[in-house]
């Protein structure tokens, strides 16, 4: 009976293009009830294997990781089929001053947030509506992503098109899905069509990413010679 179990579970992840390893799949049925609906179990094990690191529960055949070759950077373009699973292990916004960033960041810690051109304070309130909450201004970017496939290979890619979902408010260690993506000089170049965002997150990485965001942002400006406004 565990061995049909696994195997459906194991069909159903492939289905969605995640294949983790056997090893896997048996130490998830051990922590799970016997009498689990299956329903309830495919829920739950899609949603466990996002937060692993992929480089360590998954097995992908050789067209679901990164090309051996992709960070050959004589190659002006070339188009990837996948789909290749990923992981985000950084987001950098390049679209805005990294003093700027540091200001935002800054803005937040004080409980201030921005509403049209005004810098409004927030407090919140018990009885306060959450759907009245002024929300922050989110970056549009373009935005320099750090992925990770399975086999541990790290590429860059570039986001110029403001792809839902993806800046510096995501999550580290969430797992992304790319198609038929183009790779010019080592770099991915991600494209609303070719990207899904499958969530999850790596709990580890993403409080240590942001615990230290605002520093290494301050550094990177020293280093780059950027002066404060």
């Not at 373009?142 to 570039?158: R, Y």
């Amino acid at each position: 009976m565990a061995t049909n179990i696994a195997a459906e579970l194991m069909q159903h992840l492939n289905s969605r293009h995640l294949y983790p390893t056997a090893t896997w799949v048996q130490g998830f049925l051990s922590t799970t009830r016997p009498n689990t609906p299956m329903p309830a179990m495919k829920q739950t094990i899609g949603f466990r294997l996002l937060t692993t690191d992929i480089t360590t529960s998954l097995s992908p055949p050789a067209s679901s990781v990164f090309p051996q070759d992709i960070l050959k950077g004589t190659t002006t373009s070339r188009i990837v089929a996948g789909p290749v699973v990923c992981q985000v292990l950084d987001v950098e916004d390049i679209g805005n001053s990294r003093w700027s960033q540091v200001e935002a960041i800054e803005a937040r810690e004080r409980g201030e947030m921005t509403k049209g051109r005004e810098v409004v304070r927030f407090i919140e309130q018990e009885n306060d509506d959450p759907s009245a909450a002024v929300t922050p201004t989110h970056s549009k970017g373009p935005f320099k992503l750090l992925l990770q496939d399975a086999k541990g290979a790290k590429v860059f890619a570039v986001d110029l098109r403001g792809i839902d979902g993806l800046n510096t408010n995501m999550s580290m260690g969430a797992k992304l899905l790319l198609r038929q993506f183009d790779v010019r000089r080592g770099v991915i170049m991600l494209e609303p069509a070719g990207v899904q965002i499958l969530g999850g997150k790596l709990e580890a990485l993403d409080k240590a990413w942001k615990d230290s965001r605002k520093e290494r942002l301050i550094q990177a400006a020293k280093a780059g010679g950027q002066t404060a406004t």
